[in-house]
């Protein structure tokens, strides 16, 4: 079955620990991205990557970092997490280019920073 | 700038009852647009999407027509159900371009 894993889906840490998300697809996709969304503010793009070692970022970057090593692996790295930083993340993949077919999204990871 | 603006929810409408969700946008070039549902726990699913003026999408009962000229992607459905009940995301992506553009999401509650 064709899909964007993350993981985990649920995270409560403290402030400070370093934590990683971690997101994989099997379609092949060149493009991979992270978003956080946040009541009243829709997805807002952290970083994306157009293919492996090509990493950019998105509108809110701030506190995160990413590596594409692996066409198929997009980590989200929170290297001291903050509470601002609790919110729903989701990591999404397409085939570059192709922007007429969308996204695809993985579940979704609630972290909750205290 | 690119931008997408939805209105304001939740939305609460009775079981069949007609829906509309306005969705406007501002954009450089030719966007394609597109609409997203996301159920209760889940991420986000392609809805319909449309990448050229006057192009409709339709996908499960639900459609939307790409306006150039009021720069505008209102999703419509004749006949709710209670499954219907999620939250819908508008987005724009520039040709060429994976880089989205969602708006703030319109949270629908469909009763019996």
């Known amino acids: 079955e064709a899909q964007v894993t993350q993981n985990p889906r649920y995270l409560i840490t403290v402030t400070g620990k370093k934590l990683t998300v971690t997101c994989s697809q099997n379609m092949n996709h060149e493009y991979m991205s992270w978003y956080r969304q946040d009541p009243g503010l829709g997805l807002r793009q952290i970083y994306y990557s157009m293919n492996v070692e090509v990493t950019d970022k998105g509108d809110v970057p701030e506190g995160y970092k990413v590596s594409r090593k692996e066409k198929r692996n997009f980590p989200l790295i929170l290297e001291s997490p903050s509470p601002n930083q609790t919110s729903l993340y989701f990591c999404?993949?397409?085939?570059?280019?192709?922007?007429?077919?969308?996204?695809?999204f993985g579940s979704g990871t609630r972290l909750t920073v205290v | 700038g690119n931008s997408v603006t939805q209105m304001e929810g939740p939305v609460t409408l009775s079981e069949e009852a007609f829906l509309t969700i306005n969705c406007t946008y501002t954009a450089t070039g030719y966007p394609s647009l597109f609409w997203y549902v996301q159920y209760p726990g889940e991420g986000l699913q392609l809805l319909l999407k449309?990448?050229?003026?006057?192009d409709k999408g339709s996908n499960k009962g639900f459609e939307a027509t790409y306006r150039k000229e009021t720069t505008s992607f209102h999703l419509e459905k004749g006949s709710v159900q209670v499954s219907d009940s999620a939250v819908y995301f508008c987005a724009l992506s520039r040709a060429n371009f994976n880089k989205f553009y969602f708006g703030s999401g319109t949270k629908l509650n469909v009763k019996p």
């Open positions: 999404a993949s397409s085939q570059y280019r192709e922007t007429g077919g969308g996204y695809t």
């Open positions: 449309a990448t050229k003026a006057d």
